[in-house]
């Protein structure tokens, strides 16, 4: 059964940067894209970024744009997703699905796989 696990989040101050690191395990994710979510408290969760399987497309929310950069390594069955220049709104739990196929329509279709998520926080 495949099962994602994130890891690298942290406490880190504005303006400073954070890499975190999707692995995958159980399956290949040879064939999926993967894609990166988070989740402020009391607020919905917001779609980050997207690669496809062959990192063909990718795409990111607008409101990471020009500061996050997402990246896979099909060998290591893993995903990263660089982050600068963060902001406090940065703050959430962040976590990585994936699923068959590339990243059309990636921010509303349905993800199958998710992962427990990791813990970013920024401060002033």
């Known amino acids: 059964q495949l099962q994602l696990v994130e890891s690298g989040g942290g406490l880190v101050q504005s303006g400073g940067s954070l890499r975190l690191s999707c692995v995958a395990s159980g399956s290949s994710v040879d064939y999926n894209a993967i894609a990166w979510f988070r989740q402020a408290p009391g607020k919905e969760r917001e779609a980050v970024s997207c690669?496809?399987?062959?990192?063909?497309?990718?795409e990111y929310g607008d409101s990471v744009k020009g500061r996050v950069t997402t990246s896979r390594d099909n060998a290591k069955n893993t995903a990263w997703l660089q982050m600068n220049d963060l902001q406090v709104e940065d703050t959430g739990i962040y976590y990585c699905?994936?699923?068959?196929?590339?990243?059309?329509?990636?921010?509303?279709?349905?993800?199958?796989?998710w992962g427990q998520g990791t813990q970013v926080t920024v401060s002033s």
């Open positions: 690669i496809s399987p062959g990192e063909t497309q990718i």
């Open positions: 699905a994936t699923r068959f196929g590339a990243c059309r329509n990636w921010a509303e279709v349905e993800w199958k796989t």
